[in-house]
Nanobody, 123 residues
Framework: QVQLVESGGGLVQPGSSLRLSCAAS????????IGWFRQAPGKEREGVSC????GRSDSVPGRFTISRDNAKNTVYLQINRLKPEDTAVYYC????????????????????WGKGTLVTVSS
């Protein structure tokens, strides 16, 4: 059974950095395309960063970096210089049989979802 569990969210100050984790079970992360998405209150879910099975990544330009630790079966999202508008629930998601060379930031493309972790950026 494919499961994704996000962690690392919380209340942080503007300008700080945060690393979110997405631990997988029931499958190996490097056999799936993985994406990080977020949903702010009253807004649509949007993609922020993704990584293919081959390790090629794509991110919204600027402050987001995705990485993967195959030994820990965990994917990370590093967010730098956090802003209040980054406040959202952050989700990781997995896509089976994704492209080896280009990943998707479209939520409807993903097959499995975690329950999310809340990030609140406020002073």
């Amino acid at each position: 059974q494919v499961q994704l569990v996000e962690s690392g969210g919380g209340l942080v100050q503007p300008g700080s950095s945060l690393r979110l984790s997405c631990a997988a079970s029931g499958f190996t992360l490097d056999s799936y395309e993985i994406g990080w998405f977020r949903q702010a209150p009253g807004k649509e879910r949007e993609g922020v960063s993704c990584i293919t099975r081959l390790g090629r990544s794509d991110s919204v330009p600027g402050r987001f970096t995705i990485s993967r630790d195959n030994a820990k079966n965990t994917v990370y999202l590093q967010i730098n210089r956090l802003k209040p508008e980054d406040t959202a629930v952050y989700y990781c998601a997995a896509k089976a049989r994704g492209s080896l060379f280009r990943c998707s930031l479209v939520p409807s493309d993903m097959d499995y979802w975690g329950k999310g972790t809340l990030v609140t950026v406020s002073s």
